[in-house]
Nanobody
């Protein structure tokens, strides 16, 4: 059983940046894909960035260009660089991993972190 622990969330003003990290308790190279999701109050969990074992990145069109997903196999860590943040980016951000799954659907991932809160003020 893997543990995923997100960090780096916080409060920032609109236009600012944050970098989220997701530390895995096991080597991440065993996972076919890792991804970032977010869930705002009253809304469904939304997948917006994923990266495969080979480094192929997939982004939701709405966030492409502002957010960048990356990983370091040596450190067993997934990252999310978020730039030009907007108030509508306010949500709890989760990282996820799976040995077989791929893409941006929550049902495709079996391992989840506990989430980190990101709050963007106007």
């Amino acid at each position: 059983q893997v543990q995923l622990v997100e960090s780096g969330g916080g409060s920032v003003q609109a236009g600012g940046s944050l970098r989220l990290s997701c530390a895995a308790s096991r080597v991440i190279s065993i996972y076919s894909s890792m991804a970032w999701f977010r869930q705002a109050p009253g809304k469904d969990r939304e997948g917006f960035a994923s990266i495969t074992r080979d480094g192929y990145r997939l982004y939701a069109d709405s966030l492409k260009g502002r957010f960048t997903i990356s990983k370091t196999n040596d450190e067993n860590t997934l990252y999310l660089q978020m730039n030009s943040l907007k108030p509508e980016d306010t949500a709890v951000y989760y990282c996820a991993a799976d040995r077989l799954g791929y893409g941006l659907g929550p049902h495709q991932y079996n391992f989840w972190g506990q989430g980190t809160q990101v709050t963007v003020s106007s």
